[in-house]
């Protein structure tokens, strides 16, 4: 069974979005951090998890339907 979400990137990891991020299929209960594994984004390189705008660890489960949003750490001076 396959079920979809929303896959948002920012800042420096937007390389890694797919084209298809309004409607990302994927398997249900997979984590964030496999999904991360799947899209190649460097986990050292993710600071912030959010889904369906809550704060959530790399080892969030997915059900389908969520809005996930990944950022990475931001430096400034």
Not at 4 to 27: E, G, Q, R
Request: charged letters at 20%; one cysteine or more; a negative charge.
């Amino acid at each position: 069974m396959t079920v979809y979400i929303t896959i948002n990137l920012f800042a420096s990891l937007k390389k890694f979005t797919p084209v298809s991020s309004d409607s990302y299929p994927v398997k249900p209960g997979i984590t964030v951090k496999t999904l991360l594994e799947e899209l190649c984004v460097p986990e050292d390189e993710v600071k912030l998890v959010f889904i369906d705008g809550v704060k959530h660890d790399l080892a969030a489960v997915l059900k389908g339907g969520e809005r996930v949003g990944i950022f990475p750490a931001v430096g400034g001076g």
